[in-house]
């Protein structure tokens, strides 16, 4: 189906592990986001991409770590999980086009114990 | 950097009734986008309606419309006639037209309780 899709829906970790959020969308968008979720906060932007092999950091990239090899996947990885990463993380993606609104994914949910 | 910012965390409204979400911005560029999106309980994001920097006349879609001052950097939304399901957490938005940029940058939004 297209669409954007983010795996998996919920994820329980613990602190030190390395974790990997992956993010998939069909429409060949130019760009790709990556938002955390929290009270208070909105939604942070982490890294975005704007083409492949293009990442540019956000407003709380610390800890994370992105990579586009292929304009469908945007896959974000924690490489030391702390509890502070505990979120609702979203993908997105868009055209080129400034105007042009967000299509995000269903969001996953992640614990860090 | 661009910054958003809603400074009412919580809103309520009697249904049938207009309230006025608020949200300014932070900017030295003169071409932008702004955008309010909707999150309901399903943590789905909509888009409610979406404003030109470069346009004066305020956008509107049906019972939506924002007021959109460029010089005092502020972008208000209106919902008229409130419905049950106009309850949800409302995000403004704000992106850039200049490419690569294209990041958008959201505020903390405002949750909007609808009251029978």
């Known amino acids: 189906d297209a669409g954007i899709t983010q795996s998996p829906r919920y994820k329980i970790t613990e602190t030190g592990r390395q974790v990997t959020l992956m993010c998939h969308q069909t429409?060949?968008?130019?760009?790709m986001f990556w938002y955390r979720q929290d009270l208070g906060h909105g939604l942070r932007l982490i890294y975005y991409s704007a083409a492949a092999d293009i990442t540019d950091k956000g407003e709380v990239p610390d800890g994370y770590v992105v990579s586009r090899s292929k304009t469908e996947n945007f896959p974000l990885t924690l490489e030391s999980a702390t509890r502070s990463q505990t979120s609702v993380y979203f993908c997105?993606?868009?055209?080129?086009?400034?105007?042009?609104?967000?299509?995000f994914g269903s969001g996953t949910q992640l614990s860090v114990l | 950097a661009q910054t958003v910012t809603q400074s009412q965390p919580e809103m309520s409204v009697q249904e049938a009734e207009t309230v006025t979400l608020s949200c300014t911005y932070d900017t030295s560029e003169s071409d932008y986008y702004l955008f309010w999106y909707k999150q309901p309980p399903s943590r789905q994001m909509i888009l409610v309606i979406r404003q030109e920097a470069y346009k004066q006349q305020n956008a509107t879609e049906n019972r939506f419309s924002v007021n959109f001052q460029k010089a005092a950097k502020s972008f208000s939304l209106k919902i008229s006639d409130s419905q049950l399901g106009d309850a949800a957490m409302y995000f403004c938005?704000?992106?850039?037209?200049?490419?690569?940029?294209?990041?958008?940058?959201f505020g903390a939004g405002t949750r909007l309780t609808v009251k029978p």
């Open positions: 429409w060949s968008h130019s760009y």
């Open positions: 938005a704000y992106r850039s037209a200049f490419p690569p940029r294209g990041d958008m940058r």
């Open positions: 997105a993606s868009s055209g080129t086009e400034g105007n042009e609104k967000l299509f």
